[in-house]
């Protein structure tokens, strides 16, 4: 969250002698933005103050993202059950949205989306390692350039 303001001169000019401020008057203001760039806003959010570098892939990173997700759900599935047993009253709208999300999410088998994920780690390991070998091959070069 934060404040909005639209700033203008005010007083009598200094060319008369006299003195000139500024009023800042508050400006109604929405920011907006996809559910990917809030989780990022988040994240850079709780790096404030943290000289350490970030690691992206970070499986604690992964786990707050699961269960801010998690949390989101149980939000979602207590308004359902509230709807159904007649505490609230129905928003087609939100039934409405909350149509548009289930048909977006794909229809995949738990096998096929445990074989995606092992392939994208099998990824990033062979790109941590060839990174590794990057930053060794780089060392010895420099030593070899200091011998000679």
Do not use: W
Request: aromatic share 6%.
């Amino acid at each position: 969250s934060g404040q909005a303001a639209d700033g203008g001169s005010s007083g009598i000019n200094a060319e008369y002698g006299g003195t000139e401020g500024c009023i800042f008057t508050p400006v109604p203001h929405e920011i907006k933005g996809s559910e990917a760039d809030q989780v990022c806003l988040k994240f850079f959010q709780g790096l404030k103050g943290n000289k350490k570098t970030p690691n992206f892939n970070d499986p604690e990173q992964i786990v707050q993202s699961c269960d801010d997700m998690t949390s989101q759900i149980n939000v979602i599935l207590g308004y359902v059950k509230q709807v159904l047993s007649g505490e609230v009253a129905v928003d087609k709208e939100v039934g409405r949205q909350l149509m548009e999300v289930v048909q977006a999410i794909p229809n995949l088998e738990s096998d096929t989306i445990t074989n995606m994920l092992n392939s994208h780690m099998q990824d990033l390991l062979a790109v941590e390692y060839l990174t590794y070998l990057t930053r060794q091959q780089l060392a010895i070069g420099a030593r070899i350039n200091q011998i000679l």
